[in-house]
């Protein structure tokens, strides 16, 4: 069975990476959510893709500058709908309380950047603490991070982002005790053998960012475990139709 991940949570309806955006995906019937965590200038875990504020709220600037109360402050709903108007960039502990209401869903959580052990700390111990780790798979394009996370939770499951896939890549993977590889959909199409080698290291594979029933039924072939997506309700939906 192919997991559905929503990308940013269903951000296809919902302004990404929002509480709107996670309980539609819930709605849409998507079995995990995708969504990047950074921290603030007092070192709080907010979430939200770029390191800069301009694009999803109505501050401006780097996120590493804004401290917790002035991100806090921000509308991160009226950029996408003015429906939206009044959603909160989420903090991490938010997220958790949702995962603890929709006990249906589960959480794919990007660290965005260079995070020491003590700061995993900060995703980590709120995770193990609900009771979460089961339902949690957390990853990184850094391999810094993913060894971070792998000091401060050894069982919490890891992941490691790739946007390239050269020969060492299972050997990166395995040195880093992940257990998923997840790459950009273009290295499937590059190498069409991928996947399968990663399988056969050991790894699970969960793709992005795939929208497109083209692009759905040739993962899907491939063998992919899981495909993280923009439109998760229609990935759901055609899923179940095959
Ligand atoms: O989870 C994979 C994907 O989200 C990585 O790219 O830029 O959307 O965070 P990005
Ligand atoms: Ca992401």
Redesign the pocket.
């Known amino acids: 069975m192919t997991l559905v991940i929503a ?2 949570g269903n951000s296809s309806v919902a302004p990404e990476n929002t509480l709107a955006a996670f309980e539609a995906a819930w709605r849409a019937g998507a079995g995990s959510i ?1 969504l ?1 965590v950074q921290l603030t200038a007092d070192g709080e875990v907010v979430v939200i ?1 770029d390191d800069t504020l301009d694009a999803t709220t109505d501050g401006v600037g780097g996120l590493a500058s804004a401290d917790l109360p002035t991100v806090r402050s921000l509308d991160a709903g009226a950029w996408f709908s003015p429906a939206f108007a009044g959603q909160r960039v989420p903090t991490f502990a938010e997220v958790v309380d949702l995962l603890t209401r929709r006990p249906g869903i589960d959480l ?1 959580l ?1 660290v ?1 950047g260079a995070w020491t052990v003590e700061q995993v700390r900060r995703v980590t111990e709120p995770v193990l603490a609900a009771g979460l780790a089961d339902r949690v798979v957390a ?1 990184s394009f850094w391999p810094e991070t993913v060894a971070a996370l792998r000091v401060a939770a050894p069982d919490l499951r890891r992941g490691l ?1 790739v946007l390239e896939a050269d020969a060492g890549l299972e050997d990166r993977c395995r040195d880093l005790g992940v257990m998923t590889c ?1 790459p950009h959909g273009l290295l499937l199409v590059q190498d069409p053998g991928l996947v399968d080698r990663l399988h056969a290291a050991g790894l699970q594979v969960m793709v ?2 795939l929208d497109e029933p083209e692009h759905w039924a040739a993962a899907v072939a491939l063998g992919v475990d899981g495909i ?1 997506t923009n439109r998760p309700d229609r990935l759901a939906g055609w899923l179940a139709a095959r």
Do not use: A
Request: no cysteine.
């Open positions: 990308h940013r995708e990047d893709h794919l990007e965005k990853q982002l997840n992005w960012t993280i």
